[in-house]
């Protein structure tokens, strides 16, 4: 007596049976004609068998039923990451959002840094002075660029050496700074070269190469300062600490006796007077 309806009917050892054809099934036993298997079983609430009903939830989500199998599909920028699929619950997981950001438990953003999730990829920007050198979103921007180990990027490294001199990284640009009485001269801030030249001698005396010249004079570096005394008869008429008392003050008509004092009309210096 069993129907058509979705079925083939045979007489197997004079017993009547009934044969589901794929994704039909008899479920309320009657099998009379034009009944016979009546359920789709690819359906969600009778999916892959009688009664059986898909229980994933339709918060941002659509539920099939393929080919006997429950099949949730999450909406775009949402994900099922806690595996229930209870009623009004489904997927769950913004995954456009910072702690689920392009799939479940993808953590973007932590210290010293702004963050986002525009469709599913981290978008770090860094605090001012920090730098994500690690390209892990999850711990944010941890290391410090304002550092000479990093000095202005990741494993940028401050060459500077330490002798006779301090070493910063001030807004990411290496800077030496030398000790009191010390300077580098030759531009060489490799390991242990630093500040290399003492400016307290009369060869660099308060800064590279300023020379105090001791001809015809002795000389001094004083607190950065060339200090000249001229030999008797002679002066330091130009200022120039660098030569030295370069005027002979017997002979000298421009400076006769000292300084500055010129013979005038026709007179000549001799033995430190105009005559």
Same mark, same amino acid.
């Given at each position: &007596?069993?129907?058509?309806?979705?079925?083939?009917?045979?007489?197997?050892?004079?017993?009547?049976?009934?044969?589901?054809?794929?994704?039909?099934?008899?479920?309320?036993?009657? +099998?009379?004609?034009?009944?016979?298997? !009546?359920?789709?079983?690819?359906?969600?609430?009778?999916?892959?068998?009688?009664?059986?009903?898909?229980?994933?939830?339709?918060?941002?989500?659509?539920?099939?039923?393929?080919?006997?199998?429950?099949?949730?599909?999450?909406?775009?920028?949402?994900?099922?990451?806690?595996?229930? +699929?209870?009623?009004?619950?489904?997927?769950?997981?913004?995954? %456009?959002?910072?702690?689920?950001?392009?799939?479940?438990?993808?953590?973007?953003?932590?210290?010293?840094?702004?963050?986002?999730?525009?469709?599913?990829?981290?978008?770090?920007?860094?605090?001012? &002075?920090?730098?994500?050198?690690?390209?892990?979103?999850? =711990?944010?921007? !941890?290391?410090?660029?304002?550092?000479?180990?990093?000095?202005?990027?990741?494993?940028?490294?401050? &060459? &500077?050496?330490?002798? =006779?001199?301090?070493?910063?990284?001030?807004?990411?640009?290496? @800077?030496?700074?030398?000790?009191?009485?010390?300077?580098?001269?030759?531009?060489? +801030?490799?390991?242990?070269?630093?500040? !290399?030249?003492?400016?307290?001698?009369?060869?660099?005396?308060?800064?590279?190469?300023?020379?105090?010249?001791?001809?015809?004079?002795?000389?001094?570096? @004083?607190?950065?300062?060339?200090?000249?005394?001229?030999?008797?008869? %002679?002066?330091?008429?130009?200022?120039?600490?660098?030569?030295?008392?370069?005027?002979?003050?017997?002979?000298?008509?421009?400076?006769?006796?000292?300084?500055?004092?010129?013979?005038?009309?026709?007179?000549?210096?001799?033995?430190?007077?105009?005559?």
């Amino acid at each position: &007596g069993g129907g058509t309806d979705h079925d083939t009917e045979s007489c197997a050892a004079g017993v009547c049976v009934l044969v589901s054809d794929a994704g039909w099934e008899a479920c309320d036993g009657n +099998q009379t004609a034009n009944n016979g298997c !009546e359920v789709n079983i690819f359906s969600t609430t009778n999916c892959g068998g009688c009664g059986v009903t898909c229980g994933g939830g339709t918060d941002h989500a659509t539920e099939s039923c393929a080919a006997g199998v429950c099949v949730l599909d999450c909406d775009a920028g949402w994900e099922d990451c806690d595996g229930n +699929q209870s009623a009004n619950n489904g997927c769950e997981g913004n995954i %456009y959002s910072t702690t689920n950001c392009g799939g479940c438990g993808i953590t973007c953003g932590g210290a010293n840094a702004a963050s986002g999730c525009p469709a599913g990829v981290c978008n770090l920007v860094c605090d001012a &002075g920090w730098e994500d050198c690690d390209g892990n979103p999850a =711990n944010g921007c !941890e290391v410090d660029i304002y550092s000479t180990t990093n000095c202005g990027g990741c494993g940028v490294t401050c &060459g &500077g050496g330490t002798d =006779n001199a301090t070493e910063s990284c001030p807004a990411g640009i290496c @800077t030496l700074a030398c000790d009191p009485g010390w300077e580098d001269c030759d531009g060489d +801030q490799s390991a242990d070269n630093g500040c !290399e030249v003492d400016i307290t001698t009369t060869n660099d005396c308060g800064g590279c190469g300023i020379i105090c010249d001791d001809t015809d004079a002795s000389a001094a570096c @004083t607190a950065g300062h060339c200090v000249l005394t001229c030999d008797a008869n %002679y002066g330091n008429c130009d200022d120039d600490p660098s030569n030295g008392c370069e005027a002979n003050l017997l002979t000298n008509d421009a400076h006769c006796g000292f300084c500055n004092n010129a013979c005038s009309g026709g007179l000549s210096c001799s033995a430190g007077s105009c005559s």
